[in-house]
């Protein structure tokens, strides 16, 4: 009997090592793009479309950059003619075959303490974290304006060749 009790702990932990490897994080990041800063030490806003093409609920629960002090995600609510900024508490969820599009107006990524300026033309890096701690980085185009919807964001549009 003494024999079977390595074995048997080897099956208990089975289940658990297999739950510890990192499932792969099923996002799509579109059109994203960061607004340019003059200066250090500014603050810029990220924008993006995340979509879950995964079967479960994704998690959006912060992110980082390794040129800002900080980053939060943020949602601008206007209230009575004033617009106020909210940060998203307990993270973003985003339903399996769903998408979230951060847009000016809207939500967006607060890009805070940039270490250096952002010119147009750029990239900006942002790691996002979702549930678990899984990360994905996102590269945002700094410009001016916003990038043109892709296609497949409206499905509806008429097709054109
Ligand atoms: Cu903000």
Do not use: C
């Not at 900080?70 to 998408?99: F, W």
């Not at 043109?148 to 964001?153: G, L």
């Amino acid at each position: 009997m003494r024999r079977l009790a390595p074995l048997l702990s080897v099956l208990a932990l089975a289940p658990v090592l297999g739950a510890a490897a990192p499932r792969a994080v099923e996002v799509d990041i579109r059109q994203a793009w960061a607004r340019p800063v003059a200066g250090a030490g500014m603050n810029s806003a990220g924008y993006m479309v995340l979509a879950n093409r995964g079967r479960a609920p994704l998690t959006l629960t912060g992110a980082s950059s390794p040129l800002a002090r900080e980053v939060m995600v943020h949602r601008t609510i206007e209230k009575d003619g004033v617009s106020s900024m909210r940060a998203m508490g307990q993270g973003l969820i985003i339903p399996p075959g769903g998408q979230v599009a951060f847009a000016p107006g809207g939500a967006h990524f607060m890009v805070m303490g940039l270490k250096r300026p952002l010119k147009p033309g750029e990239r900006l890096a942002l790691t996002l974290t979702f549930d678990g701690g899984r990360k994905v980085e996102a590269q945002l185009a700094v410009r001016t304006t916003p990038p043109q919807p892709a296609a497949a964001v409206a499905p509806t549009a008429p097709h054109r060749h």
